[in-house]
């Protein structure tokens, strides 16, 4: 099957964009059913595979790289960058913003640019600075003029993660709006979100469907960043909590919950720890 993506022979992006969605399916299968056995020793199998409802333009989060005035994403295999203009991967407004990033005068002066979208097409824009305060007058008022709606400079000499955790907005609102089963959430430049919408309602709807919750369950949250999962559940059941390292993604998670007056708890913290404090919590 013919790639619809220009960059693919080159660019580590995407690996399945030459197969057809039943062989990808079929794969993806196979793979789960040997890391079940091998990682987990399960003698068990795949019941379904959950298909996307979308091939392309789903995800609302990509960063990429920058390198000697240049944006792109990295080569297969390689640290070598391959320049992109249009990512078929992201949605048309976060491809409008890459195609202003690319006339940006000070690019050099970048390592790397996160575009993160929403259900409304609304753009929350990171620049990663090698150098510290950047200046964006030349294309802030095409940015504004698309639509984005904050623009944040992210302070990172490091190579090892996307982003620091100095954050430093330096233009419009702290956040923006996602929506999961009509749950709307808070997203602030770090916070955790599942990268395709469409296909995060049907997984969860599953996810919800085999847990059966009763209704006086009480359900703890690992992992549970801004509270997606936990939200999605809560009324179903007595009690959620949520238990988060990242305090960020932990503040969103309240917010989240009273902005759409669901009862959830949420406890910062790594969860091997936090999980055994509450444990001894209930005891006394």
Avoid at 157 to 180: A, N, V
Avoid at 184 to 202: D, G, M
């Amino acid at each position: 099957m013919q790639s619809p993506c220009p960059y693919f022979k080159e660019c580590g992006g995407c690996d399945f964009l030459n197969y057809s969605d039943e062989q990808e399916l079929k794969w993806k299968e196979k793979d789960v059913n040997k890391n079940l056995n091998r990682l987990a020793g399960l003698s068990i199998e795949v019941q379904e595979v959950i298909d996307s409802p979308e091939k392309i333009k789903y995800r609302n989060n990509m960063q990429f790289q920058v390198k000697d005035g240049e944006i792109g994403l990295f080569a297969k295999n390689s640290k070598e960058i391959i320049p992109i203009k249009n990512c078929i991967m992201q949605k048309d407004s976060a491809n409008e913003v890459l195609r202003i990033m690319w006339k940006y005068k000070k690019l050099k002066d970048l390592k790397r640019i996160g575009i993160r979208t929403n259900y409304k097409d609304e753009v929350l824009l990171i620049l990663v600075s090698k150098k510290g305060k950047l200046e964006i007058k030349d294309i802030l008022p095409e940015l504004i003029d698309l639509g984005v709606k904050s623009i944040y400079i992210n302070y990172n000499k490091e190579d090892r993660t996307h982003y620091s955790r100095e954050f430093e907005k330096i233009y419009g609102e702290y956040t923006i709006e996602e929506k999961l089963l009509d749950i709307k959430y808070k997203i602030s430049p770090e916070s955790f979100f599942q990268i395709n919408r469409l296909a995060t309602e049907k997984l969860y709807q599953k996810a919800i469907e085999f847990l059966d919750p009763k209704a006086e369950d009480k359900i703890y949250d690992l992992y549970c960043g801004v509270g997606s999962i936990s939200l999605s559940v809560a009324k179903s059941v007595a009690q959620v909590i949520g238990i988060e390292i990242v305090d960020k993604a932990v503040d969103d998670a309240r917010i989240n919950a009273e902005n759409n007056d669901i009862n959830a708890r949420f406890v910062k913290g790594s969860a091997e720890e936090a999980i055994e404090k509450l444990w001894e919590e209930e005891k006394k």
